[in-house]
């Protein structure tokens, strides 16, 4: 049954995004997180196997072993990678912890800084983008 509320038609069941944008945007974040999940599960595997392709920086202030960042980013790539694939479902939950996970990622990049500067700093952008397309305003009725 629906009813019509201050010019806008509310249904019983479920949410329904009107603007096609604000699924373009979900679909959009969900590639980029599943994909970014994947590579950040192999820069882990890679500094796991203590791979020369690090350069370290002297007297950094965020210091930690090569072997720690890749368990680091192991497990937050794996956790990215899942929270992508969830939010092809269209799942609520997907997109909070997707923005969750994307704002640790952001983090996590930036403290890595000075083993991969310029993808660090393209993951930062990525992040960012992962963030605003998830909390993005969405029109959204009653279905």
Known sequence: MA???GGT????AGWEAKSPWATSWTAAAAVLMTFGGIMAIF???SAIAQDNVFVT???FTYEFSLTGWGWIHLILGALVTAAGLALFTGAAWARVVG???AGLSMVANFVWLPHAPVWSVALLI???FIIWALCAPRRESRV
């Open 57 to 59: 920086t002297q007297n």
């Open 9 to 12: 038609r509310h249904h019983q």
């Open 3 to 5: 009813s019509n509320v």
């Open 99 to 101: 923005i969750v996970l």
């Open 43 to 45: 820069q882990g595997i």
């Open 126 to 128: 990525i992040d960012g």
